[in-house]
């Protein structure tokens, strides 16, 4: 018992140095198992078997994939596409922006299946327009870190692929399981954008109103 309170008290202060949490969980790891068997050799042997066995897993060969798709899509300009669809629909309401980027972050969300990774797409798409248009940065920062959090929800998601490969649950299921909460935090994230407004009507003020041809074909 007293060594694993020494482990976690050392992954705190590994942590707590800016030590990224893999590396530190790694070192506690390596130190802890070379420590309870007073064997070197055994302590090398687990730490590759282990970096091998994780390299090796088929299963976690989705997550550098799902990244590398967003990044793609990023590069590809797919992200501001989607903001501008968005866009196009409700930013001429007060408050439009924001949900814009929410619906954005949806569905980039849905091509990704990484939070960082869309929270840091939509931002460098979303923010300056909302800076222009004299969004409160309050507003315009909740939206985009609100609408980044459904990257772990919608499908495909990365969180759920671990999830699954460490439960042993069906991943098809839990993507097929994540859908439809996905869809209602999108409607109750708009519906807090309303409120904020309905509070301060100041935070979001409305855009331009954009043509219905220029909507369909954005």
Not at 81 to 98: D, T, W
């Amino acid at each position: 018992m007293i060594e694993s309170l020494y482990g976690f008290a050392a992954l705190l202060i590994l942590a707590f140095l800016r030590v990224p949490l893999a590396f530190a969980m790694g070192i506690v790891g390596f130190a802890g198992f070379y420590y309870l068997t007073g064997n070197w050799t055994a302590a090398e042997a687990m730490a590759a078997r282990r970096v091998v066995d994780t390299g090796m897993d088929y299963g976690l060969s989705v997550i550098p994939l799902f990244i590398l798709m967003g990044n793609l899509v990023s590069h590809a300009g797919l992200s501001d596409a989607l903001f501008r669809a968005s866009n196009g629909f409700l930013g001429h309401r007060k408050g439009g922006q924001a949900m814009a980027t929410i619906v954005a972050c949806g569905g980039f969300s849905a091509i990704c299946g990484s939070s960082l990774a869309t929270c840091a797409t939509m931002g460098r798409v979303a923010m300056p327009q909302m800076r222009k248009y004299g969004y409160k940065d309050s507003l315009a920062a909740a939206s985009i870190a609100a609408g980044g959090t459904l990257g772990i929800l919608i499908p495909p998601s990365v969180m759920l692929v671990i999830y699954g490969i460490l439960t042993e649950t069906s991943i098809r299921e839990l993507f097929a399981a994540g859908f439809i909460p996905g869809m209602i935090g999108v409607l109750f994230y708009l519906v807090a954008v309303k409120w904020v407004l309905w509070r301060d009507p100041d935070a979001g003020p409305a855009g331009e109103m954009v043509p219905w041809g220029e909507r369909f074909a954005a």
